[in-house]
């Protein structure tokens, strides 16, 4: 199973980003999937997760009322809006996903690589 991220870049406080994030590999279900972020200096943290299977949402209160989290084109992506960007979401941004294998009905966490956004104040 492979988690490939989409979108990070450079942008001004105040701007607007889109993150996607699709999964492929032996994938019976995706139970669980969302974005966390880490900066050099910080601990990994949360920042949105969705239930693949109710659509209930879970964000870091620092991103309440300005980040979005949905399913993405199709049942394997899901997208990460971000609005009204602040310097302090700098960070690299990691899709996350709790996933049933096609291959041993087991769930796994897997990470994505990594996408780097960076907010300009």
């Known amino acids: 199973v492979q988690l490939v991220e989409s979108g990070g870049g450079l942008v001004q406080a105040g701007g607007s980003l889109r993150l996607s994030c699709a999964a492929s590999g032996s994938i019976l279900s995706i139970n669980s999937m969302g974005w966390y972020r880490q900066d050099p200096e910080k601990q990994r943290e949360l920042v949105a997760l969705?239930?693949?299977?109710?659509?209930?949402?879970e964000y870091a209160d620092s991103v309440k009322g300005r980040f979005s989290i949905s399913g993405g084109t199709t049942a394997n992506t899901i997208d990460l809006f971000m609005a009204n960007l602040r310097p302090e979401d700098t960070a690299e941004y990691y899709c996350?996903?709790?996933?049933?294998?096609?291959?041993?009905?087991?769930?796994?966490?897997?990470w994505g690589q990594g996408t780097q956004v960076t907010v300009s104040g």
């Open positions: 996350f996903a709790k996933i049933t294998s096609r291959d041993t009905w087991r769930e796994y966490d897997y």
């Open positions: 969705m239930n693949r299977r109710t659509g209930a949402t």
